[in-house]
């Protein structure tokens, strides 16, 4: 499957933003999906997944009740809302699939990566 994210930007503290993440191929819908960051100089961290179904989602703490993730199968997309967002935020964010097993916040767990896009916000 081949990832291909969007909707990066720069805005300010408190704004948001929200992230697409479109996938190619017919089996979309049977991968759990997840979105990570990196910032510079700082190792790629989880930020939010959803299983296969929708029907299940994960969030790392920092973004807990400020992002929001969720798929559209039928249109083989996911999408991270991002509301209140902070400085911190700033990072290059990434869509990636998982093919087996349960939702994970282990990067090395997810098997294919989109290309990221960069989301940056100003104080």
């Known amino acids: 499957v081949q990832l291909q994210a969007s909707g990066g930007g720069l805005v300010q503290a408190g704004g948001s933003l929200r992230l697409s993440c479109v996938a190619s191929?017919?089996?979309?819908?049977?991968?759990?999906m997840g979105w990570l960051r990196q910032a510079p100089g700082k190792e790629r961290e989880f930020v939010a997944a959803?299983?296969?179904?929708?029907?299940?989602?994960y969030y790392a703490d920092s973004v807990k009740g400020r992002f929001t993730i969720s798929r559209d199968n039928a249109k083989n997309t996911v999408y991270l809302q991002m509301n209140i967002l902070k400085p911190e935020d700033t990072a290059v964010y990434y869509c990636?699939?998982?093919?087996?097993?349960?939702?994970?916040?282990?990067?090395?767990?997810?098997?294919?990566w989109g290309q990221g896009t960069q989301v940056t916000v100003s104080s």
């Open positions: 990636a699939a998982q093919s087996y097993g349960t939702i994970s916040s282990q990067d090395f767990q997810y098997d294919y």
């Open positions: 191929g017919r089996t979309f819908s049977t991968y759990n």
């Open positions: 959803i299983r296969w179904s929708g029907g299940r989602t």
